[in-house]
């Protein structure tokens, strides 16, 4: 199952709800998932489409929460490309009406016909608020597995409705931003903690933990990995430090011989010749006397001093 599903499946078990946040969450299906068809009387039929059985049964579930049906919604099936199926449920114009006044998106027109707007409602509430996002996400929402990325979107068919989800997201405190796609308007949420804040915000504990125990396993890897990358470093650095020396010490040889140096100098670079690489710390400790890492850096700077002299 794609974690979008797990996410939808855990939020539609949420049926503790109050009538006020019902209505919000209803609000949000009808603009991210209806279908409105008008009647040659000019009549308004509401469909919820879903390719989502858990996201079927909820729109059923908030449809009877919402209040007294005048007629039992049917169930249509429409067959899609590729095999896929679409459920609509379709409601009755009479509650279709009813559901579209509680939202405060019907207005009159001249005729004195009631006719679709755009939502006149504001959620004042948190719980409402909470309810909404909730509602969008179940309706048009996709969250990408955390494993992969930090990613949620909303496709929406037109700005107006994706603005009003971006906004009820700020009021939750959401950063989203709009792009378009084929046509459609997407609200998207991006970011380990904003995509975290998101399932606190809709509610959805388990799926919360899940990205969680995903981030930790993340970091924990990156972190590793740095450790890693900065032995690399240190090792790289120090055996190209030893290289330069030998390269000198060898320069040395060819023009005086090793011999030709004081007796410390010659010990130190047949040392290092014999234990390209030891660190300074290990070579001093196997001189006689033993010398300090500082001791012994100070009489390789001679040392390629001496070989820079020669033009080395
Ligand atoms: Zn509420």
């Known amino acids: 199952m794609s974690f979008t599903s797990q996410v939808k499946l855990e939020l539609a078990g949420q049926t503790q709800q109050s009538y006020c946040c019902v209505t919000a969450e209803l609000g949000a299906f009808i603009l991210g998932a209806s279908v409105m068809t008008l009647s040659q009387h000019r009549h308004i039929s509401l469909g919820f489409r879903t390719e989502n059985a858990t996201v079927l049964r909820r729109a059923l579930w908030l449809f009877n929460k919402s209040g007294k049906a005048a007629a039992r919604p049917r169930l249509l099936l429409r067959e899609r490309m590729a095999g896929r199926r679409q459920y609509i449920l379709q409601l009755s114009s009479e509650d279709s009406h009813r559901l579209l006044r509680d939202q405060g998106m019907l207005r009159l027109d001249e005729a ?26 179940l309706a048009c929402g996709y969250i990408a597995d955390p494993r992969r990325r930090y990613h949620a979107e909303w496709v929406y068919q037109d700005r107006a409705r994706a603005l009003r989800l971006k906004r009820v997201l700020a009021q939750t405190g959401l950063a989203a ?23 606190k915000v809709i509610g959805a504990a388990r799926a919360l933990f899940s990205l969680e125990n995903t981030r930790a396993e993340k970091s924990l890897k990156e972190s590793a990995n740095r450790a890693v990358n900065c032995d690399h470093a240190n090792l790289n650095r120090q055996l190209s430090a030893a290289s330069r020396q ?60 001496r070989a820079q002299e020669l033009g080395f």
């Open 177 to 199: 931003t709009l792009s378009a796609r084929r046509g459609n308007v997407l609200v998207v949420i991006k970011g380990g903690d904003q995509v975290a804040e998101l399932l």
């Open 246 to 305: 030998i390269a000198a010490i060898e320069a040395l040889s060819m023009a005086h011989g090793l011999s030709a140096l004081p007796p410390r100098l010659e010990a130190l670079a047949r040392l290092r010749l014999s234990q390209p690489d030891a660190r300074l710390v290990d070579l001093g400790a196997q001189l006689n006397p033993p010398l300090s890492k500082s001791g012994v850096w100070h009489q390789m700077r001679e040392l390629i001093n």
């Open 112 to 137: 004195g016909e009631e006719r679709f707007s755009a939502p006149q409602r504001v959620m004042r509430r948190n719980c409402c608020r909470r309810a909404y996002v909730r509602g969008a996400f």
